[in-house]
């Protein structure tokens, strides 16, 4: 009787033979247009919103469309190719909240940065 079981050595194993790739990163920003912290989505859904009649995203910049007095804000978020998608998935299902420069479509949330507000992209250097 051994100190490890088969389940371990067969783990190890399957780890070796799984092949490394290049790693996607991920980012772990949490500042504006980045990753939404629980405790700004908190205070967003605690403020006042807005009704969006439509949003459409352009590279990284996010252009919201409201829908009481057709104001335009221009946004900026790190992953435009998800919001995209929850764009196309859930249209008129968005709110913002815009003294927390967020945006809810459907339940997923999208911490934006003000488009006159100093940028950070995901890899650390200002833009």
């Known amino acids: 009787m051994g100190t490890t ?5 067969t783990g190890d194993a399957t780890r070796q033979a799984v ?7 991920t980012c772990d920003l949490y500042s504006p247009g980045h990753q939404m ?3 700004h989505q908190g205070q967003a859904v605690r403020s006042p919103s807005r009704v969006v009649t439509n949003a459409f995203v352009d590279d990284t910049t996010v252009v919201v469309l409201l829908l ?11 992953d435009p190719d ?3 998608r929850m764009l196309e998935a859930l249209p008129g ?3 913002i909240y815009p003294e927390h420069h967020a945006l809810r479509v459907g339940p997923y949330w999208f911490n934006c940065a ?3 507000e100093d940028w950070q992209d995901c890899s650390g250097a200002p833009a």
């Open 93 to 95: 299902k968005r709110v």
């Open 68 to 78: 009481d007095d057709g104001q335009e804000l221009r946004w900026r978020h790190h």
């Open 5 to 9: 079981n088969d389940n371990e050595r």
């Open 37 to 39: 912290h629980y405790r």
């Open 114 to 116: 003000p488009e006159d």
């Open 19 to 25: 092949p490394s790739g290049p790693r996607l990163q």
């Open 82 to 84: 998800r919001l995209r």
